[in-house]
């Protein structure tokens, strides 16, 4: 992985807060990511900081940003209440950099902003995309986490007839929240454009656990999104 280049963010003024990294291209374009975590992660996730600097070195604008249960607990899953604060928490971002962009001299050419987040973090992007159409220009899911592990009939599927926004799949084929078949299913409900990018042999980490990573993924995460986004 590349040194880290990013700096720490924090926007208090708004409820609930903002907090994450923020990597700033030398040539920046007008389009900007957001990415988050799952459940037992946080915004320094090696797979998040990967992504992270894919896009940042194609000139894409991205915040690595906590969930606002993780900014209160650092350690341990979200509890049933976080949801709906969590995705107040995403919005909050998404508002921010969309001023910051504006504020620094992108007015002429508006910003596109994009939606990422793994697991329990993609799953409350996609239904803050459902709740809200036109927040963001594309959606990034990475291991979505269609059902508990061993519980296929547990769906949660009920917002996607809902979601309308272009959205990238990135599931790994041995993904226990998720076959490739289930997902592809799945996919039929959304009315948006959609694609479905299998990694082969991957779980629900796509392949960055511990010092293990897959160096290429994230660049073919990034040609992927950039065509199904409209770059």
């Not at 003024?13 to 990415?35: K, S």
């Not at 996730?45 to 604008?61: Q, V, Y």
């Not at 929240?177 to 990018?197: D, H, R, Y």
Request: charged share 20%; proline share 10%.
């Amino acid at each position: 992985m590349s040194p880290d280049r990013s700096s720490e963010f924090v926007n208090e003024t708004v409820d609930p807060p903002i907090r994450g990294f923020l990597h700033t291209p030398d040539t920046p374009t007008a389009e900007v990511l957001i990415l988050t975590h799952g459940a037992g992660g946080n915004a320094q996730a090696p797979l998040l900081r990967a992504l992270a600097d894919a896009f940042s070195n194609a000139g894409i604008t991205v915040l690595r940003c906590n969930l606002p249960y993780r900014q209160l607990r650092p350690f341990g899953p979200p509890g049933p209440g976080d949801a709906a604060r969590d995705r107040a928490g995403l919005k909050n971002a998404v508002a921010a950099m969309a001023s910051a962009m504006n504020a620094g001299g992108n007015a002429s050419a508006p910003s596109r902003i994009y939606l990422a987040g793994h697991s329990y973090g993609g799953r409350q992007s996609s239904m803050l995309c459902a709740e809200e159409p036109d927040l963001v220009a594309g959606l990034l899911l990475l291991s979505y986490p269609l059902h508990p592990p061993r519980k296929p009939e547990q769906q949660r599927t009920q917002h996607l007839p809902d979601l309308h926004t272009r959205t990238l799949f990135v599931q790994g084929t041995r993904d226990p929240f998720a076959s490739i078949p289930e997902l592809q299913q799945a996919l039929k409900m959304i009315p948006a454009k959609t694609k479905l990018l299998p990694v082969e042999g991957a779980g629900h980490d796509l392949g960055f656990k511990g010092k293990a990573t897959r160096a290429e993924l994230p660049q073919i995460i990034l040609s992927e999104s950039q065509q199904l986004f409209g770059r």
